[in-house]
Nanobody, 123 residues
């Protein structure tokens, strides 16, 4: 079993920055795909960014140029640096792990999830 714990959320004004962290423990592997998802109130869960074992990354269009996903395998930690935050970024953010080599965008393909960390951006 893998355990994921997010931290780093909070409330900021538009244009501000936050860095989210996801600490992994258990049988997590550096070869597995890791991802950040977000889910706003009354909305579905959306893939924000993914990173695979080769450190290849993918971002949803709305965050390109503003967010950066990274991983530190020695620390078993996933990060999401969020710059120039906008009110529409307000969501609960979740880290997730897919037990496999290839990243996908469908949330149902991810095997392990954290409890989430809230990000609120005011205008």
């Amino acid at each position: 079993q893998v355990q994921l714990v997010e931290s780093g959320g909070g409330s900021v004004q538009a244009g501000g920055s936050l860095r989210l962290s996801c600490a992994a423990s258990g049988y997590t592997s550096s070869q597995h795909c890791m991802a950040w998802f977000r889910q706003g109130s009354g909305k579905g869960r959306e893939a924000v960014a993914t990173i695979n074992r080769d450190y290849d990354t993918w971002y949803t269009d709305s965050v390109k140029g503003r967010f950066t996903i990274s991983r530190d395998n020695a620390k078993n930690t996933l990060y999401l640096q969020m710059n120039n935050l906008k009110p529409e970024d307000t969501s609960m953010y979740y880290c997730a792990e897919h037990v496999g080599y290839y990243c996908v965008l469908q949330s149902t393909n991810y095997n392990y999830w954290g409890q989430g960390t809230q990000v609120s951006v005011s205008s």
